[in-house]
């Protein structure tokens, strides 16, 4: 994460700097548009997920905004761990997945006009919204009676003598136990940064930097032996693209 927002400084020192922004009455008007982007975040792994947007103009300095960011949200204590008798990896500790489903209305603020072709277009993001969320189990192979010729998967059950360390082969299959999810309701805000470094009038591309914190009503358990949150605060990173007119 640090070296994300390193890169980001940089170009936002570069933006900030361009002509563009002194160029105000050579920039070009637009009503509406829609990006999509990848998200890394500090509460997810190497891809954090994806973000969906549609915004429309309100007035010359301010759009609103309908939102949704699908997200993988993991434990801060999750650290991948090899089975020492398959070399496979798992999550040693962890129970459940929280695959978030956050809707977001908002209000993006226009600090600076981009000019045609060159600079970049500055808005201060602000939006909030219901997070919908599926707490799916995670599976994890073990072996029956010590045997790497017999297994089964399960739910990870740290009172389970079967579920010991040494007796973990790995993983589950690819969304085995998504039926057996349960909803998660809760809330969602952010605040943010959003650079638009595009050089065509209908296409957007950028990136967006900023904090955002998903609140449930109750405790989720992802880790039943560590200490498990209601509150999940995050800071992120999103590349986006999309199209506007």
């Not at 990006?35 to 954090?48: D, F, R």
């Not at 009676?145 to 299959?173: C, E, K, M, W």
């Amino acid at each position: 994460m640090r070296l994300l927002f390193k890169i980001a400084f940089v170009l936002i020192v570069a933006a900030t700097s361009s002509p563009a922004l002194s160029q105000q009455q050579d920039s070009y008007d637009y009503t509406s548009e829609f990006t999509w982007g990848i998200n890394k975040n500090s509460s997810g792994g190497l891809i954090g997920g994806f973000t969906f947007k549609k915004a429309k103009k309100l007035s010359d300095r301010m759009l609103e905004s309908y939102g949704l960011e699908i997200m993988n949200v993991k434990h801060n204590q999750e650290v991948r761990r090899s089975s020492r008798s398959t070399g496979s990896f798992f999550i040693y500790g962890k129970s459940n997945y929280l695959y978030a489903f956050r809707f977001q209305y908002g209000r993006d603020f226009i600090l600076f006009k981009k000019a045609p072709q060159q600079g970049a277009e500055i808005k201060a993001v602000l939006a909030a919204g219901p997070s919908l969320s599926l707490l799916a189990p995670y599976y994890i192979e073990v072996a029956v009676d010590q045997s790497l010729f017999v297994t089964r998967t399960a739910q990870y059950d740290p009172t389970n003598p079967a579920h010991s360390f040494n007796n973990i082969l790995g993983t589950g299959r690819v969304f085995e136990g998504l039926g057996e999810s349960s909803m998660q309701v809760g809330i969602n805000a952010k605040a943010a940064l959003n650079f638009e470094l595009g050089i065509t009038k209908s296409q957007v591309a950028g990136f967006e930097i900023g904090f955002l914190v998903d609140t449930y009503f109750h405790d989720i358990i992802l880790m039943p032996t560590a200490e498990n949150y209601s509150v999940f605060p995050t800071v992120f990173f999103t590349l986006f693209y999309g199209n506007r007119k």
